[in-house]
């Protein structure tokens, strides 16, 4: 036999052979019927013995075969087979189904891969799509809204098992248009089932919940305790185009009944984050029980609420991690492109009793509320209320004015407007609405403004007197402020009466001002066919290529009318304002209003001239009727002092009241 007929015959021997140890080794079997690819996954490690006895089938407390061994498990090791990757949707992008959105589910981790809502319209002008909500997040690894992250038997130490690396079963006899079901099953180290874990998503038509059950089954012979961590929603985009409104939020109840709120937004967490403060980002309440969380951007939210088990107020068995940020530029100054926030909740040690027994499963319910944040969905449905998920919309407050005083008064606005939207009928413009809700506010506090202003010129009028008491008693402060009120008091003039009726209406417009910007029905909503087409963006009378601002780093890419407009009409007013003379005034104080009637009119078109054009719509009509308010008031002052001139006088000391002639005196008397 040659030397190259013995090669031959070595060389198919030895390709044999490898292709028999090849099939022994299962890599052609497969044990999905989807034909998908087996990857096996170790997880936590710890000492304990071995055990590979017989196994037996008994029924579970559902009544199905579980899988039950007769001693030991191999706990020392967690494992599972990681199929290759699924995909399933749920729902609808097209409104006329009358599902609330569309879904797009993954098998990695079980998670949301992408929301999108069926009613509303992205931001693109040229092009709009239907809204994306909620997004994977880009970070070292891709991040799933509601993907589960990571399972551990709590009585025996370890790594915890990553449940995100593990593409799930999707069992597509239980999945269709409106339900998708995942299972994952984790085997001890000599393979025997050990744990089972079951994700059931499901939506209804005309509804803005979606409900997500964790159920977790003990298939072993002992008894265990569990725990697993889940990822709360994430991915919102940023809504607004003046400044990140985006933040996450947690409410918790009080043993009253009550609801409190906490809330960290993106600039405080990017904050956080950089310097490495986990324990800034955590929000907590001491004296309340969680409830629900939730991440935000202006106009939409994503409510996460895990349901109580039984009649109970609160979940006894889930807690909420800190808020969690991402961002893969992070040492830059501003945040890039693909910065957003996120969190998680993680349930508590969940006691699982041996296969076959009544408490060898359990089952949590979470609920995602994935919509707008709009005061008639949060107050018409009686759970949305009970639950407080109006927390959830952005309130504008002061030092002179809390936030529950606000919440009030905004709500009440919001109502108003909407009413007078729809009593517009086909002709409804919100618009028109804020220009006339504004004029109205003018009018009825027009009482108020006019005796602030009349007290303000009356105050200025006093200039000279006022400052040759400090010059002369300069020296002796207590002296100077006795004798200043004394002349206050003497002419009939009050500095209190000047400033409190602008106290009073600073809470009312502020709530104006937060009920346009926070209003969700303005999205969207057009004042202009031709102009101002979307309340809720810059009006944009017409686009060009986006330029950037040197040195300020704004990008600008339309020319925006109404905050010109709004710095003209403001300039006016500055006009109009009662201004002391340079002969009634010091003349450093006479500079300073002169530097403040042309840096406002300028500041607040800068500032504004991205704002929303509903914003800024509602600021030049506000200004606007104050030119006309100012006017009024002006002409008033004016007969007023004409009237002293010939003989008339106030019927009071109070600014604004009846004026009667003085009676004649008699040439004799009688």
Known sequence: MSAKTVFTVFLAGFVGLCGFLVIQSGLFDNPDPSHQTAIPLASQTSPGGAGDQPQTSQPNASGAAATVYGSDYDFSSLRATNLSPATHTIGSVYADTGFKFELELTSKGAGIVRATLSEFKDRDPEEPAPLVLLSPITDKRTIYS????????????????????????????????????????????????????????????????????VTVENLSDRELKTMFDMQGPGGLGIESFRGDMRGVIAAFIKNDGTIDSLKIDNAKLRKFKKAGDTEEMQLRHKEA?????????????????????????????????????????????????????????????????????????????????????????????????????????????????????????????????????????????????????????????????????????????????????????????????????????????SPVSSMLPMMIQMPIWISLWTAVSASVELRGAAFLPFWITDLSAPDALFRFEAITIPLLGWEIDSF??????????????????????????????????????????????????????????????SISAGVIEQIVIRKHIREKEAAESVGLVSATKKTGGKVKKKKPKPFFKT
């Open 289 to 493: 029980h969680f409830l629900w969380a939730a991440v935000t951007n202006k106009y939409f939210t994503a409510i996460l609420r895990p349901v109580p088990e039984g009649d109970g107020n609160w979940p006894k068995n889930i807690r909420m991690g800190p808020a969690e940020y991402y961002d893969t530029d992070l040492p830059a100054k501003k945040p890039g492109d693909d910065d957003n926030n996120s969190f998680s909740v993680r349930t508590t040690d969940l006691a699982l009793a041996p296969a076959g027994a009544a408490e060898a499963t359990k089952t949590l319910g979470f609920q995602l509320y994935l919509g707008p944040k709009d005061r008639d969905i949060f107050n018409e449905t009686p759970l949305y209320k009970r639950l407080g998920y109006f927390h959830a919309i952005d309130f504008r407050s002061c030092f002179c004015c809390p936030t529950q005083l606000i919440r009030f008064l905004a709500f009440g606005i919001m109502a108003i407007m909407n009413w007078m939207y729809a009593a517009m009928g086909p002709a409804g413009n919100y618009g028109i609405v804020i220009m006339v809700l504004v004029f109205m506010m003018r009018l009825i506090l027009h009482p108020v403004t006019k005796k602030s202003q009349v007290s303000m010129m009356k105050m200025q009028k006093l200039g000279p007197m006022t400052e040759e008491i400090k010059k002369k008693y300069g020296n002796n402060k207590a002296e100077m402020q006795k004798q200043i009120m004394k002349l206050y008091r003497d002419q009939g003039v």
């Open 146 to 213: 509601l993907a589960n992250n990571s399972f551990a038997l709590v009585d025996i130490t370890g790594k915890p098992f990553p449940l995100y690396k593990l593409n799930w079963r999707l069992n597509e006899s239980q999945s269709d248009s409106q339900k998708a079901t995942f299972q994952a099953t984790l085997t001890d180290a000599a393979g025997k089932d050990a744990i089972r874990l079951t994700k059931v998503f499901s939506v209804t038509r005309d509804s803005y919940d979606i409900q997500c059950d």
């Open 560 to 621: 925006n009318l109404l905050p010109l407009l709004m710095g003209v009409v403001m300039f006016l007013q500055q006009k109009l304002m009662p201004h002391a003379s340079s002969q009634q005034t010091n003349p450093q104080v006479a500079q300073q209003q002169k530097m403040m009637m042309i840096m406002m009119p300028l500041m607040f078109p800068i500032m504004l001239y991205k704002g929303a054009s509903g914003v800024n719509l509602y600021i030049l009509s």
